[in-house]
């Protein structure tokens, strides 16, 4: 088994309270099921969508958001799979897909090659 | 690490939350200030989306919503209390950092809550507002529907709506003040159209155009609920909100049999009346006790009592038509329209034949006004049918089938025509 990344960027379920309602219980049922299939490591969490970016030589410190909405990160999780098709497979059920969001998959580097 | 709480939030948990939220920070921030409320209420649910899908839905959903929108209004009044007026009536107390807190402590405590809702019901129900932009108004702010969700379940363009529900707002915001439910007299004078706005909403999701079900389920719902907050202010609960709420309960009760096991449309006469609901039925009869004190008879109650007349029976041929002819009589003295008219003609029918339903149908003063009305022609042609003449009836069900408003009614009339066409000629009596 090896470990991989999720990374979820952007997804916006617009202003219907009884929409973002269904869209919380679709995640909260995805993540339910990968758990249940032993591909959960860390459920993660979510990040604030603003914050402050520290960057070069100058260490000069800007307000964030760093990106266009649809490309911040708004949370992560730590997945377990075979490899990174599995891990690919198993991220197409994120109800992100469903509010135009995206999930970036990558394999956190192992130690001992 | 796994999700700690499990628990499935109640449907429509955000709706209804949604409602109360907005009525409370628009208590806090005025009612000028209507749109910053719903920004925060929108805030608050990004951030339980967010929160709630990688940790579970906590214990107290509700407070958890309710804590975080207080929190955001907090930071609101502190930041902009200099660049914004707020409350005019709870005035200086929000601008100082000694009371602020404590202020507002008190105004997201439960009991607040409630009344909050109460009053920006009666917000809605503004004297300058027609009925329709009311029930739209209630809709979308107590009811959390998006503009979206109140034209699909009125069956109405989308701009239309929203041209409706935006001057609403507009008209709401300049009455500078929510309504004060503080003095009884304001209030009793106001009742009537918080009442009838209510009914309204239980209307259309039980009359309405709309063909999907769970949309009309959903609204009787709302109506129902808003009903019982009212009946739970001392000068809310009036013989005639509980006549309203009994009206309600015994109409719902009957909605699982609307539709058949195929899914079509049902009428009375040949729903399962097994599939009434009898919790509702047991409330509704609860409510109808509680209404009949005082000496004011309203609508509500007569209505009440024509649901209950239905219920209580078990199968059609055993409904008191007598009885309900009689409460007919005493509806149309107090709201005379062409379609209780024509419902008391139908029952007139099932008591004395359709010969004299026929006839009462075409004794209704103002019929032209039923003619976009599908059931009208139904009804017509269902006496016909019953009368022998499948030719005049099957004419009747076609002016049916062409007013029909969705494709539930117009497969229900669809099939009462094939019924004219098996019934064809042979059968002509009188």
Excluded at chain 1, 55 to 81: N, Q
């Amino acid at each position: 088994m090896s470990e991989f990344v999720y990374l979820y960027r952007g997804g916006d379920s617009g202003r219907s309270p009884e929409v973002m309602q269904q869209t919380m219980q679709k995640w909260v049922t995805w993540l339910k099921d990968l758990g249940q299939k032993g591909h959960i490591k860390d459920q993660g969490q979510p990040l604030e969508p603003a914050g402050k970016l520290v960057k070069g030589r100058s260490k000069a410190v800007t307000d964030g958001p760093f990106a266009e909405a649809k490309d911040v990160v708004g949370g992560y999780t730590l997945i377990e799979a075979r490899d990174l098709d599995q891990a690919v497979e198993l991220s197409k059920g994120c109800p992100i897909f469903e509010t135009d969001g995206a999930v970036e998959v990558r394999p956190v580097m192992k130690m001992n090659m | 690490m796994k999700i700690e709480h499990v628990t499935e939030p109640s449907d429509h948990l955000f709706r209804r939350e949604a409602g109360r939220m907005v009525a409370t920070l628009t208590r806090v921030f005025g009612v000028h200030n209507l749109a910053l409320a719903e920004d925060i209420v929108q805030d608050a649910f990004c951030r339980a989306l967010e929160v709630w899908k990688f940790r579970g839905v906590p214990e107290n959903p509700s407070a958890w919503l309710m804590a975080t929108a207080k929190n955001r209004a907090l930071d609101v009044l502190r930041r902009e209390r200099t660049a914004r007026t707020f409350a005019p009536e709870l005035g200086r107390l929000l601008e100082s950092e000694w009371t602020v807190a404590p202020v507002i402590e008190e105004l997201f405590g439960a009991n607040s809550i409630k009344d909050d809702q109460l009053r920006m019901m009666f917000s809605c129900c503004h004297p300058r507002l027609r009925e329709e932009a009311q029930v739209a108004l209630m809709l979308h702010i107590l009811c959390g529907f998006t503009v979206n969700e109140v034209a699909s379940a009125f069956v109405s363009r989308h701009a239309a709506i929203e041209k409706r529900i935006a001057r609403a707002k507009k008209v709401l915001g300049a009455s500078k003040k929510l309504f004060d439910l503080s003095g009884a007299k304001e209030l009793s004078e106001r009742l009537p159209a918080v009442q009838r706005a209510l009914y309204l909403l239980f209307n259309e999701g039980y009359h309405g155009a709309s063909p999907e079900s769970a949309v009309r389920a959903g609204l009787c719902q709302e109506a129902i609920r808003l009903t019982t907050i009212m009946l739970e202010h001392p000068l809310g609960a009036t013989p005639a909100t509980y006549a309203l709420a009994a009206l309600m309960c015994l109409h719902a009760a009957r909605l699982p049999a609307r539709l058949d096991a195929a899914g079509n449309l049902s009428s009375l006469f040949d729903q399962d009346r097994s599939r009434w609901d009898s919790q509702l039925m047991a409330e509704g009869q609860r409510f109808l006790d509680a209404s009949a004190t005082g000496p004011e008879l309203t609508e509500y109650h007569v209505e009440a009592a024509i649901a209950w007349t239905h219920t209580v029976a078990h199968r059609t041929e055993d409904t008191d038509w007598g009885g309900i002819i009689s409460l007919y009589n005493t509806l149309i003295t107090i709201r005379p329209s062409p379609v209780i008219a024509l419902n008391r003609a139908i029952a007139i029918a099932q008591h004395e034949g359709p010969a004299r339903g026929l006839e009462e149908i075409r004794a209704i003063p103002d019929c032209g006004r039923l003619s976009a009305y599908p059931f009208y022609f139904a009804a017509l042609g269902e006496l016909e049918l019953r009368s022998g003449r499948p030719g005049v009836a099957g004419e009747h069900f076609r002016a049916a089938l062409a007013s029909a408003r969705n494709p539930m009614e117009r497969r229900f009339f669809e099939q009462r025509l094939v019924a004219c066409q098996v019934t064809a000629p042979q059968d002509v009596r009188a």
